[in-house]
């Protein structure tokens, strides 16, 4: 068990420009979370997959975003026409199914993203 | 909507000194709670939960948690802290066990010497 990982690390792009995230839960979690962590603010949730199915989207996820999980391992989120109140930290989490065994999320380290 | 406030944006505290960070809960239903640590340009560290049971929860690094219902409360706690504990502390709610945290604004913990 390596943990989450997620790539890449740090990202820089020009605003209009599309960016795409990637994150590798643990594999025997069949739950994966995204969530946006702005400066100063806690994180704030985005979306969630069960295994492939994705099945809430959070308000804060205009069109120009779109997350993906194909085969319920790893998992996608990208931007598109990127704008500069998108910079912020994309962390990703995965965890068993809550109410089943000893639930957690476990975080990856992120991925801080810059519009310039 | 579920809501998590954490009542204090900062905590100076000097070393060895006991610490308590405040959080505070919006909820009509069952609910896990955790608690987060976040060093510098770090993702985030699970502390302590809650899940049920026991309403006093021990975590790592000497961090305890204790869960009041009745004044939909969460803070944690530790007898003497270290250099080493200066961060960002997260508390965050799951309501409904639905897996979607709902995470306050974070408590920087200063230790100072």
């Known amino acids: 068990d390596t943990g989450v990982s997620q790539d890449p690390r740090h990202k820089i792009t020009k605003r209009g420009q599309n960016v795409t995230f990637r994150c590798d839960p643990i594999s025997e979690h069949n739950r994966l979370y995204w969530y946006r962590q702005t400066l100063g603010q806690g994180p704030e949730f985005l979306t969630y997959?069960?295994?492939?199915?994705?099945?809430?989207k959070s308000r804060l996820l205009s069109d120009r975003f779109s997350a993906e999980r194909p085969k319920g391992s790893f998992s996608t989120l990208e931007i598109q026409r990127t704008e500069q109140g998108d910079s912020a930290m994309y962390l990703c989490?995965?965890?068993?199914?809550?109410?089943?065994?000893?639930?957690?999320?476990?975080f990856g380290p992120g991925t801080r993203l810059t519009v310039t | 909507a579920q809501s998590v406030t954490q009542l204090d944006s900062q905590v100076p505290v000097f070393e060895e000194a006991p610490v308590e960070l405040r959080c505070n809960y919006s909820?009509?239903?069952?609910?896990?709670l955790f608690w987060y640590v976040q060093y510098p340009n770090q993702g985030l560290q699970l502390l302590l939960k809650y899940l049920s049971g026991s309403t006093l929860v021990k975590g790592i690094n000497g961090f305890e948690a204790e869960f009041n219902k009745s004044q939909t409360s969460f803070h944690l706690r530790k007898p003497s802290v270290h250099i080493s504990d200066t961060a960002e502390y997260f508390c965050a709610a799951d309501s409904g066990n639905t897996g979607k945290l709902i995470f306050g604004q974070g408590t920087t913990l200063q230790v100072k010497p």
């Open positions: 989490a995965s965890s068993s199914t809550p109410g089943q065994g000893n639930y957690e999320q476990y």
């Open positions: 997959f069960q295994n492939e199915a994705q099945l809430e």
């Open positions: 909820s009509s239903v069952s609910v896990y």
